[in-house]
């Protein structure tokens, strides 16, 4: 017979969403990335913590961003801006299952080893999936942030022989998120590859 102590919160549909058995995933970090081509965003996650990042651009812009470890820490580098485009500042947001500091009141929830998994100043992570298709381009409705992703790749045919191939990356500005094209060659043959058919979003205003 086992036994659980302690308080634990549900879902609305009764799933577990805090238990005093893990951290859950919340806001540790934010901050901007100019819009400079290897410039990056370093957090204060160590390397040995999950990291999930989220961007939004001031414009819509071809880019794509790349999760890299600098120092012992998460961080997240601006890897290319497509010519003709400028996304302005990119704002990340990164969340991490790691407790901040609390302040002096407050509530929070500790393991039965006594060691603060939660308190009420800690921002949970709200994300969604959306479905998408390799080239899109979706109004959510509300302030929205991506999780940086390749999507995919296809050609299109400019002539009976040449066949531009794009990959597609992940993108939000405002209350919109798309996807971003950079050319990668180019084919005598038709090519159409998704690497996924679903995006993580949040709703950047909870976190502004």
Known sequence: MSCMYGLSITKPDGSLWISPGFTPQCLINKGTIPATEKAFFKTSIPSGKSCFFFIRTEKKADVMYTHEQIDGYHALR?????????????????????????????IAMYNPSGEMIYHGEM???????????????????????????????????????????????????GNKIYSCEHYSGRATWDIRKPYIDKVLVINSSIYD
């Not at 990119?90 to 302040?103: D, E, K, L």
């Not at 299109?156 to 597609?168: A, E, F, G, K, V």
């Open 123 to 173: 921002m949970l992570l709200d994300a969604k999936l959306i479905p998408v298709d390799i080239k899109f381009e979706k109004d959510l409705g509300y302030p929205c942030a991506i999780m940086p992703a390749l999507v995919g790749y296809y050609n299109w045919q400019r002539t009976p022989y040449d066949r531009p191939i794009y990959t597609t990356s992940t993108g939000a500005t």
């Open 78 to 106: 601006l890897h290319q801006i497509v010519r003709g485009t400028n996304p302005g500042v990119t704002t990340v947001y990164a969340f991490a299952n790691m407790v901040t500091q609390p302040s002096e009141y407050g």
